[in-house]
């Protein structure tokens, strides 16, 4: 019905059209024209509350924190002329960035960046899909160091001068030492010999015990040995020296001991010590007396101490990324042009855990370890002259990624995903344990037999395997080969144990790509140079399947 006092040629709201909108004239009544107003601001309302809607929320503002070696952990951080210094703060940096919701980029302008303590991340770190949290190497990179320049003046021994000594901070404790980027070798009986078959050269048992009576401090020393069918290494510790022979402990890194003396699964006629003060008269060779905090080193011909950089290995773990749970995990944190060098060897140190029905147990750390994680990414890194594993992931790890990196010269696996035990029925620790089946079916149905193996749900990974020399120093007792690896694991579960897709520094003559499932090589590169048992050198090329360090 038609009303005299609305006027339809007016308009209110643009882009309404004008038949569906009403316009109080001037002489409408007061109450028409309080009601008209109202149905009028409403609209208007409506229209700005969903105009308002429609807006992209504001996005925090993207954080850049920046570290440097010269920097000061009192500056802010917030530009490279005020950078701050260690990656401890920089870390309570990002975790205040973040509490903003704002993307995070750690920038660490290049240098070398001598940790004091592991750097652990947990939950608080996380970023977020699209805005994962950035730790970058600037320009060539940052290195990431475990240990610490050795700065004190070389004096020659009385007894030996070409045999230098120098005091050391006191409580320090290391077991890799490198000489202008050279790795030195630990004092040892017999010498080092590249062209030696097994552990770089080897004695027996009987002439071991023999010379133990020269000894200072017997305890000092590290045997290692070979497995007693002379398949694999095995090696122990010196409680002392009783009856003149040395009393041995077995460290656990063998998973096979059963097969012979599982107090000593050791064929008595290839072993070698190390760490042995007496034995300390071959170039490159070291002893550190830590009761005495002094270090003893016979450097090579030529070099001269008080000019060369002297670093040593002391951290197990250079970055952990632990998550609170597999349901709850760490995730979106991505490393980027960094190296991660020296760490102390987890052989002798550290406890080691076996592989489900496997050869060989292995110890829980890495240079960068990974439990209950989520998208953790490393691109364009290195893994150098490490003393134990590389890459270590344990548990759940779902999407990691370790792409264009290179890992040599480590002492144990480059790359190793192990899962849980406990995510497997009726686990079996090695191949002299046998599970018991406890869930076969009831009468009239089929029984189920649970197979005590490892595995890994969901899980697969490509790996690109190649070697490429280059120039060393002529001082250098190492050789130049090294190993390049590109993997891309994507993870949905991996708790069981698996084994390891990539071991110790060894090498293939060729490029092999190989993917694997559950953790097992489909296609492996054959090997024919692996890392020396505990010290990251290689053995020498040989028809042999290589003998593999666990560290």
Not at 313 to 339: C, K, M, R, W
């Amino acid at each position: 019905m038609f009303h005299p006092n609305l006027d339809s040629r007016h308009t209110l709201n643009k882009g309404v059209p004008v038949s569906d909108q009403v316009t109080p004239t001037s002489g409408a009544a007061p109450w028409a024209r309080h009601f008209l107003r109202a149905i009028a601001g409403a609209g208007i309302a409506a229209i700005a509350l969903s105009t308002l809607a429609a807006l992209p929320a504001q996005a925090a503002e993207a954080v850049t924190v920046f570290v440097a070696t010269n920097g000061s952990d009192a500056n802010a951080g917030t530009s490279g002329e005020a950078p701050v210094k260690t990656m401890t703060k920089a870390q309570e940096l990002v975790r205040d960035a973040l509490a903003g919701g704002a993307p995070v980029t750690v920038q660490l302008a290049e240098g070398e960046y001598y940790l004091d303590s592991t750097l652990a991340l947990t939950n608080a770190d996380s970023g977020t899909e699209a805005a994962p949290v950035r730790w970058v190497g600037a320009g060539n990179g940052a290195t990431i160091n475990g240990g610490r320049k050795l700065t004190g003046t070389w004096t020659p021994t009385e007894a030996d001068p070409s045999v230098m000594v120098t005091d050391v901070p006191a409580g320090v404790d290391f077991d890799e030492l490198f000489v202008d980027d050279a790795r030195q070798v630990m004092a040892r009986y017999p010498n080092w010999n590249d062209s030696a078959s097994r552990l770089e050269g080897t004695t027996s048992m009987a002439t071991l015990n023999s010379r133990s009576a020269g000894w200072s401090k017997p305890t000092t020393g590290y045997v290692r040995a070979m497995h007693c069918h002379d398949w694999g290494s095995v090696s122990f510790t010196i409680a002392g020296r009783v009856s003149d022979a040395l009393q041995l402990t077995f460290v656990g890194d063998n998973n096979r001991p059963q097969d012979c003396n599982a107090a000593l699964p050791m064929n008595s006629n290839a072993v070698m010590v190390e760490n042995i003060r007496e034995e300390l008269d071959a170039a490159n060779e070291w002893f550190l007396d830590r009761d005495a905090n002094k270090l003893y080193l016979k450097p090579a011909p030529g070099v001269d101490l008080s000019t060369a950089t002297i670093e040593v290995g002391e951290l197990d773990q250079l970055v952990t990324l632990t998550g609170t749970s597999s349901a709850d995990p760490i995730h979106d944190i991505a490393f980027e042009n960094l190296s991660f060098e020296r760490t102390h060897r987890t052989l002798f140190n550290s406890p080691f855990v076996s592989l489900s029905r496997g050869d060989w147990s292995v110890v829980a750390k890495g240079a960068a370890y990974l439990k209950n994680s989520r998208d953790v990414t490393f691109t364009d890194s290195t893994f150098t002259d490490l003393g134990g594993n590389g890459v270590y992931l344990e548990g759940y790890n779902s999407g990691t990624e370790i792409t264009g990196s290179r890992f040599e010269n480590n002492g144990a696996t480059d790359v190793h995903v192990v899962g849980s035990p406990a995510a497997v029925r009726n686990y079996a620790g090695n191949y002299f344990t046998t599970p018991p089946i406890d869930d076969l079916g009831s009468a009239g149905r089929r029984p189920r037999i649970t197979r005590a193996t490892s595995s890994s749900r969901a899980m697969s990974c490509a790996t690109t395997v190649a070697t490429r020399s280059r120039p060393r120093p002529s001082t250098s007792p190492w050789p130049s080969t090294s190993l390049f690896v590109g993997t891309r694991c994507r993870t949905a579960l991996a708790r069981a144990s698996t084994s390891p897709t990539t071991r110790g520094a060894g090498t293939s003559s060729r490029t092999t790509t190989s993917s694997t499932a559950c953790g097992r090589p489909a296609t492996t590169a054959r090997s024919t140079r692996g890392a020396a048992a505990g010290s990251g050198r290689p053995v020498p090329r040989t028809t042999r399947s290589p003998v593999w360090p666990r560290a």
